[in-house]
């Protein structure tokens, strides 16, 4: 039976067509695979479902009956549930308390009553989780069954699941797989999106694939490979494997010793963490988010403040950034691509000429970065607000990439990347190593960190539990360091 329809569903912004003429189906208990390269109109479609936009034409039917989705309030009472890749939890509060926000309207809450409910619900699906734990002293992993269990206790039989696993260990994505399944067991539905291909043919049944806002294809996940998935969301055949040749490491660029640093909250976030980096060589940080990677990256780059310890750099290097916040840090949102792209160069040559900018090089410049980091916009003038997040993600990759660094602090570099765009960025992260930049690597795909990296530091809670040669080292014995384990 058919859970959600969609019916020739388009929606403008402006005059660029975002989803052009969208009919899919998706049956009642299915696990369902929505695949795309970036701005091919996924998150567009998916707001659309959930409340927070409306399509300019077309019909939405949940179980067959026409329905408008006018907000997220209504996407709840129709049963749709968004569990959203960066977690809308509040830290402070306890499991039960964010549950069940905004949803009591009564002067007297029975706590106890709601521990027993939740407990209850998290029981039935097989969400083990404590509904007294402050959410902020929660593993990752289980702060995710806490977002599944929000949208459950609010009776939604369709789940959107954006992006899932970006954050988890690889026991935890199992875990994560058996829980969807028992969920779409239970005759639940669920939406499923993901740029990780090995992943969606070993969970998902059935997967829609867009390409510049149309539907090229839907079929079985036991009909395709990887590799074909691949090709169908952007067209052209794309090469998964990260093909490097042996690093020939040379001085060292980067000296790390002893290094302390604390959070935003003045919070202790990096311990004792000393390490050396040599030009030509990667080394790749692997952890599970908020374990202190972004104030190491921080405190390297410059931006924080060290409590003790020394950061010391070659004479002269020179030290590219990308950060793991692309929209608070990277990019100011109000400036066009062209601007984005010179922000650290605009007071030099060519860019600037008797302390005048000089447009035509500027657009000149800005086009050249957009055919060679396929950036997808209607003009180099458009605000980078406008732009999808993998195509904002581009646009720091080809301002930082372009001068040349002796450092590069690459932080989730391919995070909401397609395949394409991420293959591309491997190949011009290998390429600068060949080059001679000293490259940190700092991500929470551990299948990249394993592909990309010379060598492997493992964080977890802010040390260096260990760092290992890539050759010698497992998925396995780098999953149990993440999760705090012990070889």
Same mark, same amino acid.
């Given at each position: ?274 390490? +050396? =980096?040599?030009?030509?060589?990667? *080394?790749?940080? $692997?952890?599970?988010?908020?374990? @202190?990677?972004?104030?190491? &990256?921080? %405190? ?99 301002? +930082? =990439?372009?001068?040349?660094?002796? *450092?590069?602090? $690459?932080?989730?570099?391919?995070? @909401?990347?397609?395949?394409? &765009?991420? %293959? ?64």
């Amino acid at each position: 039976m058919t859970y959600l329809r969609l019916e020739n569903i388009t929606k403008y912004f402006g005059s660029f067509v975002a989803n052009d003429n969208i009919s899919l189906s998706v049956n009642s208990g299915q696990i369902h695979a929505i695949l795309g390269e970036n701005g091919a109109g996924k998150t567009t479609l998916m707001k659309m479902i959930s409340g927070l936009s409306q399509p300019d034409t077309g019909q939405i039917y949940i179980q067959e009956k026409p329905v408008k989705i006018t907000s997220p309030n209504t996407a709840t009472k129709l049963g749709i549930g968004m569990i959203h890749q960066h977690f809308m939890l509040v830290p402070q509060l306890t499991v039960t308390e964010n549950i069940i926000l905004g949803l009591e309207n009564s002067w007297r809450l029975n706590l106890r009553q709601k521990h027993q409910e939740i407990t209850a619900l998290s029981q039935a699906y097989g969400l083990e989780v404590d509904p007294t734990a402050k959410v902020e002293n929660l593993p990752v992993g289980i702060q995710q069954r806490v977002e599944i269990l929000k949208v459950l206790y609010r009776q939604a039989k369709l789940l959107i699941l954006d992006e899932p696993t970006a954050v988890l260990t690889p026991s935890e994505v199992d875990s994560l797989i058996v829980i969807l399944r028992q969920l779409a067991a239970a005759s639940n539905t669920i939406i499923f999106i993901s740029h990780k291909l090995e992943e969606v043919i070993k969970l998902c049944d059935t997967v829609t694939i867009l390409r510049r806002g149309r539907v090229v294809a839907t079929t079985t996940t036991e009909a395709v490979t990887p590799q074909k998935l691949a090709e169908l969301m952007v067209g052209y055949e794309v090469d998964l494997q990260v093909n490097k040749s042996p690093a020939l490491p040379e001085k060292v660029v980067l000296k790390v010793e002893n290094l302390q640093v604390t959070d935003d909250r003045n919070i202790h976030a990096v311990g004792d963490v000393s390490f +050396e =980096l040599r030009a030509g060589e990667i *080394l790749g940080i $692997a952890g599970v988010d908020g374990n @202190g990677q972004r104030e190491l &990256a921080d %405190a390297i780059t410059g931006l924080r403040k060290i409590k003790q310890g020394k950061i010391k750099l070659k004479k002269y290097s020179t030290i590219a950034y990308i950060p793991e916040d692309r929209q608070k840090i990277g990019l100011i949102l109000q400036f066009s691509i062209a601007q984005n792209l010179i922000l650290k160069a605009f007071k030099k040559l060519p860019f600037c000429r008797n302390y005048l900018l000089q447009p035509a090089v500027i657009k000149n410049h800005a086009q050249a970065a957009m055919q060679i980091f396929n950036i997808r916009a209607t003009g180099e003038d458009i605000q980078v607000s406008q732009l999808s997040g993998g195509n904002q993600q581009k646009v720091i990759l080809a301002r +930082e =990439l372009a001068g040349e660094a002796d *450092l590069i602090v $690459a932080m989730q570099p391919t995070r @909401g990347l397609d395949v394409g &765009a991420t %293959a591309a960025v491997h190949l011009q992260l290998l390429a600068e190593r060949d080059r001679g930049a000293a490259i940190l690597y700092i991500s929470t795909e551990l299948e990249e960190i394993m592909a990309m990296s010379d060598r492997i530091a493992v964080i977890y809670r802010g040390k260096f539990v260990a760092i290992l040669d890539v050759q010698t080292a497992t998925v396995e014995e780098i999953g149990l360091l993440m999760a705090g384990g012990k070889l």
